[in-house]
């Protein structure tokens, strides 16, 4: 019984996934908090000092996080990003944008 109870729970919590990418779990859970925290610049810039580059460039963000666009925010630093456009290129379409919805939305 409870292993039925289980196997409902995880058909559920798939179900719910496809529905609607989590962008703040996504951002958890690839390891970008690693380097980018709320509001301070660690080894990464902030969420908000990025949120605020890409101000209503959410277009552009998408790209970036693509593989098809150019760093704005700190591109000195450009190396250190770079491996993990590995990560987000791999995503669906769905979970960029969700992920890019989280990321604007520290402004
Ligand atoms: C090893 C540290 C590290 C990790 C892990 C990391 N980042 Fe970064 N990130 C950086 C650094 C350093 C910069 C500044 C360089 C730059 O602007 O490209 C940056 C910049 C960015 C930018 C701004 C790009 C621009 O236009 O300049 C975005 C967006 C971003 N990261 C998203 C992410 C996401 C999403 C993840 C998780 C998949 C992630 N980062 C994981 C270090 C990291």
Known sequence: MKKLALSVLSVVAVVSASFAADGKAIFQSKGCTACHQPAADTVGPSLKK???TYAGKEADLIK???????????PAKEAIMKPQIYTTKALKDDERKALSEFILSHK
């Open 50 to 52: 990025i949120a605020t």
């Open 64 to 74: 970036y996080l693509k593989g098809e666009g150019k760093a704005i925010v700190d």
